[in-house]
């Protein structure tokens, strides 16, 4: 694999079900960061993660949780859906967490959750 | 608070100048940053500023003035598959990225 890739392309999931969406970098980013994104809205942080093993609260962090094992991966689960959680969720990863360096992003995640 | 500001759609004709503005009003300021996505995919990096003024990168040129939280992206030549959403986003005093909601550009032929 070459940059930032994520798991399912889609899924659609009923209501109470667990869910984890995956991510992996193969560029040896120091920091990963999941977003959602809504029709009309900005892309909003969830969760980001500036080196393996620290996780941090973004924007909209509520009902998700992440982890940070290596530095590879940075997975992100719902534990218990909700339909307002149907969005589109993209990972992505930098350099250097707390920089103005570029972030690269992941294809996306397209959930609904019904 | 934290706010970006930038048009929610613009129409231009291919061959022609473009000019997609953005406003921030954010607790702190680290940078400005300009991505493209084109619907369905990924955003990608267009262009980061730290410092007053333009940067000029081929086709697409991005200004900015700390003291008036402006900043605005400028596409010359355009063609057709320029057509996409333009985000703006401001790097905050947490060095987290603050998105407006994207600006959708049609170039019309």
């Known amino acids: 694999i070459a940059g930032i890739t994520q798991a399912p392309t889609s899924q659609i999931l009923a209501a109470g079900r667990r869910m984890t969406l995956r991510c992996t970098q193969d560029m040896r980013h120091n920091a990963m960061y999941w977003y959602r994104q809504d029709l009309g809205l900005g892309l909003r942080l969830i969760h980001y993660?500036?080196?393996?093993?620290?996780?941090g609260k973004g924007e909209v962090p509520d009902g998700y949780s992440v982890s940070r094992a290596n530095t590879d991966d940075f997975p992100l689960t719902l534990a218990s859906a909700v339909p307002s959680q149907t969005s589109v969720y993209f990972c992505a990863s930098s350099t250097l967490g707390g920089s103005g360096n570029e972030q690269f992003f992941g294809p996306g995640t397209r959930l609904t959750v019904l | 608070g934290q706010n970006i500001d930038q048009p929610t759609e613009m129409t231009a004709t291919e061959g022609a100048i473009v000019q997609i503005n953005c406003t921030y009003q954010?607790?702190?300021?680290?940078?400005l940053f300009w991505y493209q996505q084109h619907a369905g995919e990924a955003p990608t990096f267009l262009s980061y500023?730290?410092l007053d003024g333009l940067e000029e990168k081929g086709r697409f040129s991005s200004f900015l003035s700390r003291s008036k939280g402006y900043s605005y992206l400028l596409l010359k030549e355009l063609q057709m598959k320029d057509s996409a959403s333009y985000l703006c986003a401001d790097l905050d005093s947490n060095y987290q990225l603050i998105w407006g909601a994207g600006t959708k550009l049609i170039i019309k032929p």
């Open positions: 993660s500036n080196t393996a093993g620290t996780t």
């Open positions: 500023n730290v």
């Open positions: 954010t607790s702190g300021f680290n940078g």
